[in-house]
């Protein structure tokens, strides 16, 4: 298994666990993707598939993405931004010092 993989599942699976404890608080939770793990096409479906087996909703999951990444093949960027966006997640660009929200 990808590291970048485990780091999403785990991070679904504990938030998942948090929420039920304290129901009454909604949790978001933001992880961080590399550039290698942002080029990877399989990328929406990995993340939707978390997202179905953790049950965590889609809109719960923050995306980060720096800056750099997304100016690396901007074409490309859009296409899997589009897709990301379609599952129901947000992302940002973080670049240091600032955090964008989409």
Do not use: Y
Not at 5 to 33: D, G, M, S, Y
Not at 36 to 41: H, I, M, N, T, V
Not at 71 to 97: C, H, K, N, Y
């Amino acid at each position: 298994m990808r590291i970048g993989q485990w780091v999403i599942e785990e991070a679904c699976r504990k938030t998942i666990e948090f929420q039920r404890a304290r129901p009454h608080f909604p949790l978001t939770v933001c992880v961080n993707i590399s550039a290698a793990e942002f080029r990877q096409r399989d990328l929406p479906r990995r993340i939707a598939k978390v997202l179905e087996t953790t049950g965590l909703p889609a809109k719960q999951l923050h995306l980060e993405l720096t800056e750099s990444v997304l100016i690396q093949d901007i074409p490309s960027a859009l296409e899997m931004l589009g897709e990301l966006r379609e599952l129901g997640s947000a992302w940002r660009s973080t670049t240091p010092g600032r955090v964008t929200r989409r």
